[in-house]
């Protein structure tokens, strides 16, 4: 399991965002989400801080709380 992964899909079934929703928000490939959201594909740092800062979160603030 990734934690990161799993927390990326929370917020966005909470936020009721789609990965078109986080390509469009980001300007990243629909591919680099999709792997991410449902090949469960560990993202990058800079990926995961694009995704997360889309979803209204930083990798530093996920960070502090692990």
């Not at 929370?10 to 591919?31: A, H, N, R, V």
Request: proline share 3%; glycine share 4%.
């Amino acid at each position: 399991m990734n934690v990161i992964n799993d927390l990326i899909r929370e917020l966005m079934y909470q936020q009721d965002k789609t990965i078109k929703d986080i390509c469009d928000d980001t300007g990243l490939p629909y591919f680099t989400v999709k792997s991410v959201v449902v090949y469960n594909i560990s993202p990058t740092t800079d990926i995961t801080d694009i995704i997360l800062r889309s979803l209204g979160e930083s990798l530093e603030e996920v960070l502090g709380l692990y």
